[in-house]
């Protein structure tokens, strides 16, 4: 009950974070292109507004962008580009402590202390990188503004003049949205660093030691983590009596702590049974012990003796009563309102089509943000030789692409003077489409698979499988319903 119960509120956080991820960029798409490229659509902004004293005044549009049918720069800037920055850069900054290869074990997030109850706060993290950094940035969206630059809207049928500005938006879009989220990364190693600086000393120590040869179990608590490689940072005074006997076991484990060792594991089962868990070894790995000639008796000597005091854990009931109450209640009032929002504004201007449009968007996003939540359970469960691939993550991007493209296709080809037919297309496209789709993990799924270079290129090859299946079908699909149909 309690695992369904997690999973249901991880199920409301990520549908809260899409909604609050799609609602900023649909401002960011307004604010960088949308009323440029159509004036007067945008209700809240007012194309040609002059600058006042060098700052932008109320309502002036950034005109950087446009999608692919723009003339501004022929839309190989985006205007989905900010948010796919602003997304990938939170979700680096989001890196927990394992990715970012800080010494301190469980970190969720490496900005705050160990002891932080946000650390315990698992849920939420979740609804932050899937539901708020997935629904922000869209694949889908930016993969549409470049099936469109590559074709044009109907009326210019010139495939041959826009292949250069369709790789380059492609270019620009994976190689700002991937420095981006290193950069978010970057960050959060700078605040780690800022604010612990005994765990950046430490983390200094560990890597020069590791360039030594030396293995460095994180597991252990700090004492023992940084006292067997003979870490080169402070630690707390010990007894001499009962230090010797943790001395003793080092010495006899040297060799075995080594790169390259075959004890290696063997050695960091042993100590993390022991000094991590306070739980006695099997016979057998006693005995093994004994012939390795580990002086398994000094290391239990010291853990009757040992008297350090490690930094208390912070005990956090499945998840605070801050996280579990009021979260449920919070969503279904968000999505009341945009549909009242939707129903109850009918007039026909600007501003009531901008709000009403988002309004439809943001209701729809939670479900687009699940359903890729769901899809992602693929991931790593592909066997054979292409095991490596992402298949969740390449799934939500491609359905989501054709999704969008589709409905960007019938609305550039039909038309409709109606609200609700037209509003219903650029909601599944902007709303739908946008949250089922992501760059945030996209990148970062392309981050952890370079770690790998140049032994392997499996990042730059799904960049090429993602980008390729995704632009070919889309390309098809849009040339046959714009042209052909």
């Excluded at 723009?70 to 979700?91: Q, T």
């Excluded at 620009?172 to 970057?186: D, Q």
């Excluded at 009563?321 to 600007?350: F, H, R, S, Y």
């Excluded at 509003?423 to 981050?447: H, K, N, Q, W, Y």
Aim: aromatic residues 10%; charged residues 15%; glycine residues 10%.
């Amino acid at each position: 009950a309690q695992r369904e119960s997690k999973k249901f509120l991880t199920g409301m956080y990520i549908a809260l974070g899409a909604m609050i991820g799609c609602f900023f960029r649909i401002i960011l798409a307004q604010l960088f292109g949308e009323e440029c490229l159509n004036p007067g659509t945008v209700g809240w902004l007012a194309s040609g507004t002059p600058l006042c004293d060098g700052w932008l005044a109320s309502g002036t549009p950034l005109c950087v962008s446009g999608d692919g049918g723009a003339h501004h720069m022929n839309g190989v800037i985006f205007a989905d580009l900010f948010a796919n920055l602003l997304g990938s850069f939170i979700m680096g900054l989001m890196s927990s402590g394992d990715k970012l290869q800080v010494p301190v074990p469980g970190l969720a997030v490496v900005w705050l202390p160990a002891d932080h109850m946000f650390q315990k706060w698992s849920i939420v993290h979740t609804g932050i990188r899937t539901g708020l950094c997935g629904a922000l940035t869209t694949f889908s969206s930016w993969n549409s503004s470049m099936i469109v630059l590559l074709y044009g809207t109907g009326s210019d049928f010139s495939i041959a003049t826009n292949y250069a500005n369709t790789f380059l938006g492609y270019l620009i879009g994976v190689e700002t949205a991937l420095g981006s989220y290193v950069f978010g990364k970057t960050a959060a190693l700078w605040i780690h660093r800022y604010r612990s600086p005994e765990l950046a000393a430490e983390a200094d120590a560990a890597l020069a030691r590791k360039e030594q040869g030396i293995a460095i179990n994180k597991n252990l608590p700090e004492f023992e983590r940084r006292y067997l490689p003979k870490l080169d940072v402070p630690t707390p005074s010990v007894d001499p009596n009962a230090i010797k006997y943790l001395e003793n076991w080092r010495i006899s484990t040297e060799e075995g702590r080594k790169f390259g060792s075959h004890e290696l594991p063997f050695l960091e089962l042993v100590e993390e049974c022991m000094i991590r868990d306070g739980e006695e070894i099997t016979p057998a790995m006693l005995e093994r012990c004994k012939l390795l000639g580990y002086d398994i008796k000094s290391l239990d000597s010291w853990m009757k003796m040992r008297d350090v005091q490690q930094p208390s854990k912070l005990e956090t009931p499945f998840e605070d009563n801050l996280v579990k109450n009021g979260i449920t209640p919070l969503v279904v009032i968000l999505i009341g309102l945009m549909l009242v929002g939707l129903v109850m504004i009918q007039n026909e201007d600007a501003y009531s089509v901008t709000y009403r449009t988002m309004c439809f968007s943001i209701g729809l996003a939670p479900f687009g943000a699940l359903l890729r939540w769901q899809l992602s359970s693929f991931n790593g469960n592909v066997g054979g030789a292409y095991s490596w691939i992402p298949m969740g993550t390449l799934t939500a991007n491609l359905l989501a692409s054709v999704v969008s493209i589709f409905t960007l296709s019938v609305d550039l080809r039909a038309g409709s003077e109606y609200f609700w037919s037209g509003a219903t297309l650029r909601a599944m496209r902007i709303g739908f489409s946008g949250s089922l789709s992501t760059v945030s993990t996209f990148v970062s799924e392309i981050d952890g698979m370079n770690k790998h270079l140049p032994r392997g290129h499996h990042g730059y090859t799904y960049i090429l499988v993602t980008l390729g299946v995704s632009g070919f079908t889309c390309a098809i699909l849009y040339g046959f319903i714009v042209y052909v149909i």
